[in-house]
């Protein structure tokens, strides 16, 4: 079991440019979230995805879109990156509502610098 | 929207000694409480949670007590050692699940040996 793995680790991008982060769990997950990591802010939620085919915006949704076409995938794109969306992003994924639910399982992290 | 706070940002502790972090909620309806541990370039993980029905929850050396009253959780850590050295972060959830968790800012917490 790889749980939730994370690509690309690293990138560096110019302002103005696209990039997509991709997840991936083989946990059976109903539920993914994309997180971000600044210094001293602790994990900020971007947007969620309750099931396949459904995504819903976080506490920080803004300059990001997600898509959650496959169960086990869930996609975080930037459009065109800007210089305050450098940050380590994380990805996670629990189980559906319910007693035992409350676990995340994060992948490893993407660092990604905007210059 | 839930707020939560985490104090302190940085803990120093000898080796052996205790070490407590405590975070406080703004929204009474928060009903699971969770702490995940980082560590150095690691990925966060859960490492013990409560919910809103129980006052004190215990697991080896480490615990969490919940006051719903003073919307307050603490973890204590007891006879800390070197590998307790961590980023520790509190969370509150509004639907007992992950869905809707919040996270405090977190704790850098160093024991020194």
């Known amino acids: 079991n790889a749980g939730v793995t994370q690509t690309p680790k690293f990138r560096v991008l110019k302002t103005g440019q696209s990039m997509t982060l991709l997840c991936a769990q083989d946990m059976n997950h109903e539920y993914m979230y994309w997180y971000r990591q600044d210094p001293g802010m602790g994990l900020r939620l971007i947007h969620y995805?309750?099931?396949?085919?459904?995504?819903a915006k976080g506490e920080v949704p803004d300059g990001y879109n997600v898509s959650r076409l496959k169960k086990q995938n869930f996609l975080l794109g930037l459009e065109s990156a800007a210089p305050s969306q450098t940050s380590v992003y994380f990805c996670?994924?629990?189980?559906?509502?319910?007693?035992?639910?409350?676990?995340?399982?994060f992948g490893e992290g993407s660092r990604l610098t905007v210059l | 929207g839930e707020n939560v706070e985490q104090h302190p940002s940085t803990l120093s502790v000898q080796e052996g000694d205790s070490a407590v972090i405590k975070c406080t909620y703004s929204d009474s309806a928060s009903n699971y409480f969770p702490w995940y541990k980082q560590e150095l370039g690691k990925r966060p993980q859960l490492i013990i949670d409560i919910r809103s029905n129980v006052g004190e929850k215990k697991d080896q050396r480490i615990a969490v007590t919940l006051n719903k009253t003073a919307k307050h959780f603490s973890l204590h850590i007891t006879e800390t050692q070197p590998e307790d050295s961590a980023v520790y972060f509190c969370?509150?959830?509004?639907?007992?699940?992950?869905?809707?968790?919040?996270f405090g800012s977190g704790t850098q917490l160093t024991v020194l040996p």
């Open positions: 969370a509150a959830s509004l639907s007992g699940s992950a869905r809707q968790l919040t």
């Open positions: 996670a994924s629990s189980l559906a509502g319910g007693a035992n639910t409350g676990e995340l399982f």
């Open positions: 995805s309750v099931g396949e085919g459904t995504t």
